[in-house]
Nanobody, 117 residues
Framework: QVQLVESGGGFVQTGGSLRLSCAAS????????MGWYRQAPGKQRELVAAITIGGSVNWNYADSVKGRFIISRDNYKNTVYLQMNSLTLEDTAVYYC?????????WGQGTQVTVSS
């Protein structure tokens, strides 16, 4: 089994920054993707940023966060980060981390990010 624990959400004003963390434990040796999704009230869950691991490592971002958010990982700590800068009201959502291991997607419990003016 794989467990994911998120942290770092909270309240921030527009233009501010937050960093989310997602620590993984369990049988994660065959990870092929890790990333962050978000779900705003009344909207579907959407991809924010992801790292996919195959023959090479690729980073993917939603158009709405390109240039503002950075996804990174610390393999020694089994942790994925999402650095969020220049936050806007539209970034308000519950953020979920995801890790794909042997074709199975595992999800964190979600962390609330609220951006206010």
């Amino acid at each position: 089994q794989v467990q994911l624990v998120e942290s770092g959400g909270g309240f921030v004003q527009t233009g501010g920054s937050l960093r989310l963390s997602c620590a993984a434990s369990g049988n994660i040796q065959r990870t092929t993707a890790m990333g962050w999704y978000r779900q705003a009230p009344g909207k579907q869950r959407e991809l924010v940023a992801a790292i996919t691991i195959g023959g090479s490592v690729n980073w993917n971002y939603a158009d709405s966060v390109k240039g503002r958010f950075i996804i990174s990982r610390d393999n020694y700590k089994n942790t994925v980060y999402l650095q969020m800068n220049s936050l806007t009201l539209e970034d308000t959502a519950v953020y979920y981390c995801m890790r794909r291991v042997l074709g199975v997607d595992y999800w964190g419990q979600g962390t609330q990010v609220t951006v206010s003016s």
